[in-house]
């Protein structure tokens, strides 16, 4: 299977609902410049992956196509939601933990997720 990077940019922004202005604005870049990329007609420069990268919430790997993730994407989220994930993501994902009943501050997380998503 092929991949273009291009595309790959495109179907990310067309994701936010976001036209190439929007996406222009947010990287500091002209429209034109955009296209350019989406069309596979320029290079993206490593810098401006990295920023690609982190504005659409996931690693410079998944965007080049060298890795598929599973990771929500945490952009849009206020900080306070942020922070319940990633003690989610790290209380939850602790070997230690792996098959074992919810703990006092399992299920604190959990009642805080509830709470901030409701």
Do not use: C
């Not at 429209?31 to 990295?50: F, K, M, Q, W």
Request: zero cysteines; aromatic letters at 6%; hydrophobic letters at 40%.
């Amino acid at each position: 299977m092929e991949y273009y990077l291009g595309e790959k940019l495109k179907s990310l922004r067309e994701s936010r609902n976001w036209t190439q202005a929007d996406l222009a604005k947010r990287l500091n870049k002209a429209v034109s410049t955009i296209s350019g990329y989406e069309s596979d007609a320029h290079a993206i420069p490593l810098d401006v992956l990295s920023s690609i990268a982190m504005l659409f919430g996931i690693s410079a790997d998944e965007l080049l196509g060298l890795e598929k993730s599973d990771s929500l994407s945490l952009s849009g989220l206020e900080p306070a939601q942020k922070i319940i994930l990633e003690d989610l993501r790290r209380e939850f994902l602790a070997p230690s933990q792996r098959g074992k009943d919810f703990s006092p501050q399992q299920m604190k997380i959990l009642h805080d997720i509830i709470k901030a998503f409701s």
